[in-house]
């Protein structure tokens, strides 16, 4: 795993459910700027599997890699599927949908992370 | 449309604050999904019980998910049992794993009632429990 990426992604995804959360708590629906996070999201998550498995073909990572493949192609759903439930729904809930999508992909990088370096069991 | 300000009335089990409800039932849907698969497929004879446990919470999470986005009658009564199935699930397993560690060699998403996950297993079932009663009663009345 590379730090830099994998802080960004956090970062990304914390931003992208603090902006949801605001237009969650001005009572709209899911509009651009919403999309837009979730949007930056989804491409980061998709190099970082791209250079994951790149570093896993190299011999790096942890002994366990099942697990660490599992997250890093599961977590490419979270946006897209965030995207979808939440279009579906034309009200507040819509951007609370992005709301959960991005804290849960910030807790599954954190968990990546643990898992690459071995800390985590 | 969009005056959906508080009131699930009209709405189903999977619309208004319970679209939120169902994408965490789906995320952990997936979770333990992906958990116990990984397990099952790479190390199942280390603790075989643990894992197919795993593999049940799986299920259940899914019936969940599916049940409550669908919403209607029966999904309805499927999404009850579910979350009752789960509830009970996290209990039970939560205890014995603390109870008899050397029975749960490895970790399921219900031990330690959910500890792992941040104990939102335990509070997921409630949860839907309580939005399940709530949008009954609002479709009553």
């Not at chain 1, 930056?40 to 896993?56: D, N, S, T």
């Not at chain 1, 995207?83 to 990546?112: D, K, Q, T």
């Not at chain 2, 599916?66 to 009658?73: E, K, M, N, Q």
Request: net charge positive; glycine share 12%; proline share 4%.
């Amino acid at each position: 795993m590379t730090n830099a990426l994998a802080t960004a992604i956090i970062a990304v995804s914390l931003l992208a459910a603090a902006f949801s959360a605001v237009t969650s708590f001005r009572n709209r629906p899911m509009g651009r700027g919403d999309l837009a996070g979730l949007a930056v999201l989804e491409v980061l998550l998709v190099v970082q599997a791209v250079l994951g498995f790149v570093k896993l073909g190299g011999g790096e990572g942890p002994k366990d890699s099942a697990t660490f493949v599992g997250y890093l192609l599961a977590v490419l759903l979270i946006p897209a599927a965030g995207a979808g439930w939440g279009l579906l729904e034309r009200s507040r809930w819509g951007p609370g949908v992005i709301v959960v999508a991005g804290l849960a992909v910030a807790v599954m990088i954190v968990r990546m992370n643990q898992i690459w370096s071995g800390t985590g069991v | 449309m969009s005056d959906t300000t508080e009131s699930p009335a009209t709405t189903g089990t999977g619309s208004g604050p319970g679209r939120m409800l169902v994408a965490v039932y789906a995320i952990f849907a997936l979770a333990a999904g992906a958990r116990a698969g990984v397990q099952i497929a790479t190390k199942f004879s280390e603790a075989p019980v643990a894992y197919t446990l795993s593999a049940f919470a799986a299920v259940v999470y899914v019936l969940a998910t599916v049940a409550l986005a669908r919403g209607g009658r029966t999904s309805r009564r499927l999404a009850v049992a579910a979350c009752s199935v789960e509830l009970a699930g996290v209990l039970v397993v939560g205890t014995l794993s603390l109870a008899d560690p050397a029975a749960f060699p490895d970790a399921t998403v219900w031990s330690g009632y959910g500890r792992g996950y941040g104990f939102v297993p335990l509070v997921l079932p409630v949860v839907g429990l309580l939005w399940l009663r709530r949008t009954a009663r609002a479709g009553r009345g």
